[in-house]
């Protein structure tokens, strides 16, 4: 059981190019989100998705797509990068919220636009 | 806007001491209630989680409680310095979740 994990790890972007933040989880959960993380500050939720084809807005959407295709992947797109996009992405996922709550997080990926 | 407060710290405790961590949160919707351990650099993993009224007590971590007053806290006693983190509170309201902004324990051997 790998639980989730993400891709990259790293990655550097120039102002307004693109990319997609991999996330993937091996666990047969519903539930899965996106989390960015600044500095010294704690989680903003941007999108989420309670299953296959089902996604919404969190607190912090501007910026981003995402897709749920799969219960397994749950892809973060970032077009038009700009420097306020620098942060840590985390990707999560769990049951239903009203069964089980907890959330596993994946490992991040620490993003970087100059 | 749904909130969540806690104190940034830094906290500090010497080994041995009870550790106590506070959080407030806005919505009186709110479901469910978590507290995170987050190391420098890592991803947040789950210490607690609490819904009704109360104590919740696992090993030498407790949880409390009190909707009335919107507040919920966590004790860590014994502390040790492994337990040296900054640490999450976060509430579930629905479907989404909503962190504060974690309270930094140093834990002084």
């Known amino acids: 059981n790998a639980g989730v994990t993400q891709t990259p790890k790293f990655r550097i972007l120039k102002i307004g190019q693109s990319m997609t933040l991999q996330c993937t989880q091996d666990m047969n959960h519903n539930y899965m989100y996106w989390y960015r993380q600044d500095p010294g500050m704690g989680l903003k939720l941007i999108y989420y998705s309670v299953g296959a084809g089902i996604t919404d807005k969190g607190e912090v959407p501007n910026g981003y797509n995402v897709s749920r295709s799969t219960t397994e992947d749950f892809p973060l797109r970032l077009e038009l990068a700009a420097p306020s996009q620098t942060s840590v992405y985390f990707c999560?996922?769990?049951?239903?919220?009203?069964?089980?709550?907890?959330?596993?997080f994946g490992p991040g990926t620490r993003l970087t636009v100059l | 806007q749904k909130e969540v407060e806690q104190n940034s710290g830094p906290l500090s405790v010497p080994e041995g001491a009870i550790a106590s961590l506070n959080c407030t949160y806005s919505?009186?919707?709110?479901?469910?209630f978590f507290w995170y351990r987050q190391y420098s650099g890592k991803s947040p993993e789950l210490i607690m989680f609490?819904?009704?009224?109360g104590d919740k007590e696992d090993g030498r971590f407790t949880a409390q409680l009190n909707k009335a007053s919107q507040y919920v806290s966590l004790l860590i006693r014994d502390s040790q310095p492994s337990d040296s983190a900054t640490y999450l509170c976060?509430?579930?309201?629905?479907?989404?979740?909503?962190f504060g902004t974690g309270t930094s324990l140093t834990v002084i051997p």
């Open positions: 999560a996922s769990s049951y239903s919220p009203l069964a089980g709550p907890q959330q596993f």
């Open positions: 919505d009186r919707g709110s479901q469910s």
């Open positions: 609490i819904y009704s009224n």
């Open positions: 976060a509430v579930n309201t629905g479907n989404q979740f909503y």
